[in-house]
């Protein structure tokens, strides 16, 4: 009992030893000249961005890459040096780039106009930027189009330079658009060439993220960007396969866990929850346990849509889903002494983050980014 997290019943459990981990596989399959940049936006896909960038610092990371400046200034004021790619850079948060020493990616005209006038403005020479290409995502970037006027612009000033270019790939993890995964690879290519040949310097590239480096190793360039890969989900089977053939596999590193709060004996025909939804067609144990859909909980896993793991077993939701709780039914394994206070697993080792993403028809990072902070994130060794 002293074991458990007393205030906290529900936990997301975070292995940095596993993130570590599934670092080091990734580190073994590229080669050794290409550097990682971490991806650790959206609070490190949910799991404390502070704790695994500290983590991935002292285990040899070349950078760190965040969606919007805030999530690079919590970052700093942290104590976190890596270089921090800031990817979602607005023109409103220029000053603040180069006060916490950030690294911005540049996909406009205008912001790119404005961070020079802003270090001109503070006596700054030669800041490393970087330049995102638009090759096909169509989300951010410059178009090739714009690569002349881009060229204009960056040759006559000396208060920024370019210290990488790269792109963003668009299908990586499904077959059926390889062609057009290498139709943007030979664009990215085809316009940073360009860019170099005008810029006279040379920069670093980059253009692949997680599955990108398990389907497209050709396409390393210097440096590769990982995301989800290092939280240890696979986005394609075919990663699964190539990492059961080699020495490594990725580990999932959160483990989303309840408790039981009590237990209860009903009758067949009585009802659980809210609309008396959960109607039960046997003499049941249910129990209701400590995670609900505030806690990020998909309300769609109500009426035996989803299960949790308790003991070994998979049990059924039963009824809707509260907001802060939830019921499922135990009756199977009664006999296996389930108490109050027992453990319940959400997702991690016997729940795959992946199949309940299928589920629910969406996207692994969705499922890992919707636990809710009411949910307390504890770190693990082992
Ligand atoms: C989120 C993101 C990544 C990481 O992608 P994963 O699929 O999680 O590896 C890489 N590059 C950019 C630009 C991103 O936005």
Same mark, same amino acid.
């Given at each position: ?9 529900? =936990? ?29 936006? *959206? ?19 070349? *950078? ?19 270089p921090?790619f ?10 603040? +780039? ?5 690294s ?10 404005? =961070?020079?006038?802003? *270090? ?6 030669n800041y490393p930027i970087h330049l ?28 920024v330079f370019v210290q990488s270019v790269?792109?963003?790939? *668009? ?32 920069f670093q ?65 009585? !009802? ?37 793991? +308790? ?13 802060? !709780?939830? /019921? ?10 389930? /108490? ?11 729940? /795959? ?8 028809? !969406? ?20």
């Amino acid at each position: 009992m002293f074991s458990k997290n007393r205030i906290n019943p529900t =936990i997301l459990e975070v292995n940095l030893s596993a993130l570590v981990s599934n670092f080091n596989y990734f580190r073994s399959i590229l080669n050794p000249s290409t550097r990682i940049i971490c991806v650790v936006k *959206a609070n490190a896909y949910g799991m404390g961005a502070y704790r695994l960038s500290k983590t991935l610092q002292n285990n040899g990371v070349s *950078a760190l890459a965040v969606a919007y400046i805030g999530e690079g200034i919590f970052l700093r004021e942290k104590g976190i040096y890596l270089p921090i790619f800031v990817m979602n850079v607005e023109k409103y948060s220029l000053h603040e +780039i180069f006060k916490y020493n950030l690294s911005p990616c540049i996909y406009d005209k205008n912001i790119l106009d404005l =961070i020079i006038i802003e *270090a001109r403005k503070q006596n700054i020479l030669n800041y490393p930027i970087h330049l995102k290409i638009d090759t096909g995502m169509h989300r951010l970037g410059f178009c090739s189009e714009c690569i002349p006027s881009l060229i204009n612009i960056l040759k006559n000033q000396n208060n920024v330079f370019v210290q990488s270019v790269f792109s963003h790939l *668009a299908a990586t993890n499904n077959p059926i658009f390889d062609d057009f995964t290498n139709k943007q690879i030979k664009l990215f290519i085809c316009l940073s060439k360009q860019l170099e040949q005008s810029l006279k310097y040379s920069f670093q590239r980059h253009i692949l993220n997680s599955v990108g480096i398990e389907r497209f190793p050709n396409a390393q360039f210097d440096m590769v960007r990982l995301g989800i890969g290092l939280y240890g989900i696979y986005t394609t089977t075919l990663c699964k396969k190539i990492a059961e053939k080699t020495k490594y596999s990725i580990k999932p590193v959160a483990v989303l866990k309840a408790r039981i709060l009590q237990i209860k004996k009903l009758k067949k025909g009585e !009802t659980v929850g809210y609309n008396c939804n959960g109607v039960l067609n046997r003499n049941s144990y249910i129990a209701c346990i400590s995670i609900g859909y505030a806690d990020g909980l998909n309300r769609r896993f109500s009426n035996q849509c989803g299960s949790v793991f +308790i003991h070994g077993h998979s049990c059924h939701i039963i009824g809707d889903i509260c907001m802060d !709780t939830c /019921m499922v039914d135990i009756t199977d394994i009664k006999n296996i002494e389930v /108490m109050e206070g027992d453990e319940v697993e959400i997702f991690g080792e016997n729940i /795959m983050i992946e199949s309940l993403a299928k589920k629910l028809q !969406t996207v692994p990072y969705e499922v890992l980014t919707s636990v809710s902070n009411t949910v307390k994130r504890v770190y693990v060794e082992n």
